[in-house]
């Protein structure tokens, strides 16, 4: 059956008026035609299509409509740019396409433009341990999207930490694939380029193994420990008599010094972690109910945020040397 095209003389005249830059949605109106067809006409005639170009002013000025609110559909009406394409420019150069405009789920994109309380800092602190923030896709020139997952039975923590972004978006629990089939997860994908720029600015690490203990620089002193507790939940585990902490050498560095300057404890050697693949990974141990209860009183004292299951775990470990204060987990 042979294909559907329109006469000869009609495909050159479209050539003639494509060739003086007339657009294929004006040239479909005039004679009352297809895409499709208009577009065979084109190969027919060995005419190669246009990519259209457009002015660096044009994106401006539709980027800026478009951060103003304009609706899609108006947008690509005014300025006959396809909204993929204005997209691609507003990620090509680092403008916040995921600033809210549009936006399904909504919360406090300023949360972590200062760390001024103990319970941001904590959250920074578990999110070093549990969270990344990375790219959406190639387009982007900076990272937008930051991510959180933990076990489910911990699911607890995600869900407090999006109250505290007075965030609306989704948990979603999943087994996944390889190693931990058998563990069923929990996550969160939050994208804002303003919280993860903020988060980067005050020490975050794209990657884990690029991790220091430069944090601490951008951390008050006596938000130390919220810190600290924050990444003990994230990354840290509380065994017969035993705590420890899975860390970046550098960074477990630093935090072995503050433990030893705020709860008068011991040098203790770093271990290298044995897994392969981890070869930058170490363990800072304490034991002892004596060192433990040093930790839990720095760590816990006056905190409104942390981990039941494991400040219940740390309690039952120093419970027979606990006679004077008793600290009860959040509601």
């Given at each position: 059956?042979?294909k559907?095209?329109?006469?000869i003389?009609?495909?050159?005249?479209?050539?003639a008026d494509?060739?003086?830059?007339?657009?294929?949605?004006q040239?479909?109106?005039?004679?009352?035609?297809?895409?499709?067809?208009v577009?065979?006409?084109l190969?027919?005639q060995?005419?190669?299509?246009k990519?259209?170009r457009?002015?660096?002013e044009?994106?401006?000025?539709?980027?800026?409509?478009?951060?103003?609110?304009m609706?899609?559909?108006?947008?690509?009406?005014?300025?006959?740019i396809?909204?993929v394409?204005?997209?691609?420019?507003?990620?090509q150069?680092?403008?916040?396409?995921?600033?809210?405009?549009?936006?399904?789920?909504?919360?406090?994109?300023?949360?972590?433009?200062?760390l001024?309380?103990?319970?941001?800092?904590?959250?920074?602190?578990?999110?070093?341990?549990d969270?990344?923030i990375?790219k959406?896709?190639t387009?982007?020139?900076?990272?937008?999207?930051?991510?959180?997952?933990?076990?489910?039975?911990d699911?607890?923590?995600?869900?407090?930490f999006?109250?505290?972004?007075?965030?609306?978006?989704?948990?979603?629990?999943?087994?996944?694939?390889?190693?931990y089939?058998?563990?069923?997860?929990?996550?969160?994908?939050i994208?804002?380029?303003?919280?993860?720029?903020?988060?980067?600015?005050?020490?975050?690490?794209?990657?884990?193994?690029?991790s220091?203990?430069?944090?601490?620089n951008?951390?008050?002193?006596?938000?130390?420990?919220?810190f600290i507790?924050?990444y003990?939940?994230?990354?840290?585990?509380?065994?017969?008599s035993?705590?420890?902490?899975?860390?970046?050498?550098c960074?477990?560095?630093?935090?072995?010094?503050?433990?030893?300057q705020s709860?008068q404890?011991?040098?203790?050697?770093?271990?290298?972690?044995?897994?392969?693949?981890?070869?930058s990974?170490?363990?800072l141990?304490?034991g002892?109910?004596l060192?433990l209860?040093?930790?839990?009183n720095?760590?816990?004292?006056d905190a409104?945020?942390?981990?039941?299951?494991?400040?219940?775990?740390f309690?039952?470990?120093i419970?027979?040397?606990?006679?004077?204060?008793?600290?009860?987990s959040?509601?």
């Amino acid at each position: 059956m042979a294909k559907k095209q329109l006469p000869i003389e009609v495909e050159i005249a479209i050539v003639a008026d494509y060739n003086n830059e007339m657009s294929i949605k004006q040239i479909i109106e005039k004679y009352n035609t297809s895409q499709r067809l208009v577009y065979r006409a084109l190969e027919n005639q060995n005419v190669s299509r246009k990519a259209k170009r457009f002015s660096e002013e044009q994106y401006k000025n539709a980027t800026n409509d478009y951060i103003k609110g304009m609706s899609m559909e108006k947008l690509v009406e005014k300025h006959g740019i396809s909204f993929v394409s204005i997209c691609k420019y507003m990620r090509q150069n680092g403008i916040d396409y995921y600033s809210g405009h549009g936006r399904k789920h909504h919360f406090n994109q300023d949360y972590f433009q200062e760390l001024d309380s103990p319970e941001k800092v904590y959250w920074f602190g578990y999110l070093y341990a549990d969270g990344s923030i990375n790219k959406v896709n190639t387009y982007d020139v900076v990272p937008v999207r930051l991510r959180l997952n933990c076990s489910k039975k911990d699911r607890y923590l995600i869900e407090k930490f999006l109250e505290a972004l007075e965030c609306d978006t989704e948990i979603t629990d999943y087994i996944p694939k390889g190693t931990y089939a058998q563990n069923e997860m929990s996550k969160v994908s939050i994208n804002s380029k303003k919280l993860c720029d903020d988060l980067t600015k005050n020490g975050f690490r794209l990657l884990k193994k690029d991790s220091t203990g430069d944090v601490f620089n951008h951390i008050d002193k006596k938000f130390h420990r919220d810190f600290i507790r924050g990444y003990f939940d994230g990354d840290g585990s509380i065994t017969t008599s035993q705590m420890f902490f899975t860390v970046e050498e550098c960074l477990g560095i630093k935090i072995q010094e503050i433990l030893m300057q705020s709860c008068q404890l011991n040098k203790t050697s770093l271990r290298k972690y044995e897994d392969k693949g981890y070869g930058s990974l170490v363990t800072l141990t304490y034991g002892g109910r004596l060192q433990l209860i040093k930790i839990f009183n720095y760590l816990y004292e006056d905190a409104k945020i942390f981990l039941p299951r494991k400040h219940e775990r740390f309690m039952k470990e120093i419970a027979p040397s606990v006679t004077k204060r008793t600290i009860s987990s959040p509601q």
